[in-house]
C-alpha cells in the first residue's frame, strides 16, 4: 500500500531566503529535528518566507533531513537541514490570505 505524497513546508525569511535558493538547502532550528529527521528523499518541499509572505515551490528534497549539511548556512541557526531540487519553481504570494479552506457539509 502506497503512504501518498509526503510535503513538508519550511520558513525562511528575508535574510536567508536567496542563500537558501544559492545553496539548494532548506533548514530548521534544531529544536524541529525530530519532524526534520523525518523528510525523506523524494518528498515534496515548500518554503515560506514570512517576511514577504511567499510561498515557493515545489521543490523536491534531494537527502533526507540531515543534521548540519553546512553548519555555517541560514544563519547558523537552522542546523536541521535538507537539500532541495526543482525543475519548475511557483511563486504563491499571500498564501494565508488567499487559501480556501473545504468546508464538509452535513
Same mark, same amino acid.
Given at each position: 500500500?502506497?503512504?501518498?505524497?509526503?510535503?513538508?513546508?519550511?520558513?525562511?525569511? %528575508?535574510?536567508?531566503?536567496?542563500?537558501?535558493?544559492?545553496?539548494?538547502?532548506?533548514?530548521?532550528?534544531? %529544536?524541529?529535528?525530530?519532524? !526534520?529527521?523525518?523528510?525523506?528523499?523524494?518528498?515534496?518541499?515548500f518554503l515560506h518566507n514570512i517576511d514577504t509572505d511567499i510561498?515557493?515551490?515545489?521543490?523536491?528534497?534531494?537527502?533526507?533531513?540531515?543534521?548540519?549539511?553546512?553548519?555555517?548556512?541560514?544563519? %547558523?541557526?537552522?542546523?536541521?537541514? !535538507?537539500?532541495?531540487?526543482? !525543475?519548475?519553481?511557483?511563486?504563491?504570494?499571500?498564501?494565508?490570505r488567499n487559501s480556501h479552506s473545504l468546508k464538509e457539509k452535513?
Amino acid at each position: 500500500m502506497s503512504e501518498g505524497v509526503r510535503y513538508w513546508k519550511f520558513t525562511c525569511n %528575508r535574510e536567508i531566503e536567496e542563500e537558501c535558493f544559492q545553496k539548494k538547502l532548506v533548514g530548521a532550528p534544531a %529544536r524541529m529535528w525530530k519532524e !526534520v529527521k523525518e523528510v525523506k528523499k523524494g518528498d515534496i518541499i515548500f518554503l515560506h518566507n514570512i517576511d514577504t509572505d511567499i510561498l515557493h515551490g515545489p521543490f523536491i528534497a534531494g537527502t533526507e533531513g540531515t543534521m548540519n549539511i553546512d553548519p555555517y548556512a541560514l544563519g %547558523r541557526k537552522n542546523p536541521s537541514q !535538507v537539500k532541495i531540487e526543482w !525543475v519548475n519553481l511557483s511563486k504563491i504570494t499571500e498564501p494565508l490570505r488567499n487559501s480556501h479552506s473545504l468546508k464538509e457539509k452535513h
